[in-house]
């Protein structure tokens, strides 16, 4: 996944770059939305 690549390639400068923050942070949310929806359809 592209999104996991870039990520690691920012940590291994020590510089994330805001485009990458951005992608995570809209990653993170689409997981917790994820989490929330299979709990809730247990």
Known sequence: ???QTEIVKD???GI???HTVNEL???MQYLSANARYIT???
Do not use: G, R
């Open 1 to 3: 996944m592209s999104l």
């Open 11 to 13: 940590k291994s400068f």
């Open 16 to 18: 994330p770059d805001p």
């Open 25 to 27: 942070s809209n990653y």
């Open 40 to 42: 809730a359809n247990k």
